[in-house]
């Protein structure tokens, strides 16, 4: 098994910064792709981006130019730093992971999520 732990979430100001850290921990040699999703209030969990073993990134539209998904693998822990803040970033960020080798996005394994609340 696999265990995620988010920190780094908080109340940020509009404009404003925020780095989330995932950290990994149990069988973590078998985990391949990690990412980010959010979850608004009474909305669906979304994907913001994903990070592969090897560094490649993909992001979804609204997170491209803001934020910035990074890994260290020899921590076992992948990051978001997240620029420019808007009021509608405001969410639950949860971090995911995948088996190696899993072709889909990362989403066998979860943390508990952290919030990140932006004012305007």
């Known amino acids: 098994q696999v265990q995620l732990v988010e920190s780094g979430g908080g109340l940020v100001q509009a404009g404003g910064s925020l780095r989330l850290s995932c950290a990994a921990s149990?069988?973590?040699?078998?985990?391949?792709?990690m990412g980010w999703y959010r979850q608004a209030s009474g909305k669906q969990r979304d994907l913001v981006a994903t990070?592969?073993?090897?560094?490649?990134?993909y992001y979804r539209e609204f997170a491209k130019g803001r934020f910035t998904i990074s890994r260290d693998n020899a921590k076992n822990t992948v990051y978001l730093q997240m620029n420019s803040l808007k009021p509608e970033d405001t969410a639950v960020y949860y971090c995911?992971?995948?088996?190696?080798?899993?072709?889909?996005?990362?989403?066998?394994?979860w943390g508990q999520g952290t919030q990140v609340t932006v004012s305007s």
């Open positions: 149990g069988s973590i040699e078998g985990i391949g792709d």
């Open positions: 995911a992971a995948g088996p190696y080798g899993d072709p889909g996005y990362p989403r066998d394994y």
């Open positions: 990070i592969t073993k090897g560094g490649s990134t």
